[in-house]
């Protein structure tokens, strides 16, 4: 992730890999709150208590988390 003030962007390989786990592409994110409604919409989209789950939940976070601490 590439921080500009209170503006970020995405790299390509951040986002070709949230497409990759999620399957839905991250559009339009140009600040961190921007970001955390991203991750947000994802784990409402792919809800419930499965051990899949929770580890798609788990990726999520993980690359969510590497990206704040690339910034």
Do not use: N
Request: hydrophobic share 40%; charged share 30%.
């Amino acid at each position: 992730m590439i921080r500009f003030g209170q503006h970020i962007r995405l790299t390509r390989r951040e986002i070709e890999r949230f497409k990759k786990i999620t399957d839905l592409e991250p559009v339009g994110i140009r600040s961190l709150s921007d970001l955390a409604a991203y991750i947000a919409l994802c784990k409402a989209h792919y809800w419930g208590v499965s051990k899949e789950t929770q580890f798609l939940h788990w990726l999520i976070d993980r690359e969510y988390q590497r990206c704040r601490e690339a910034a």
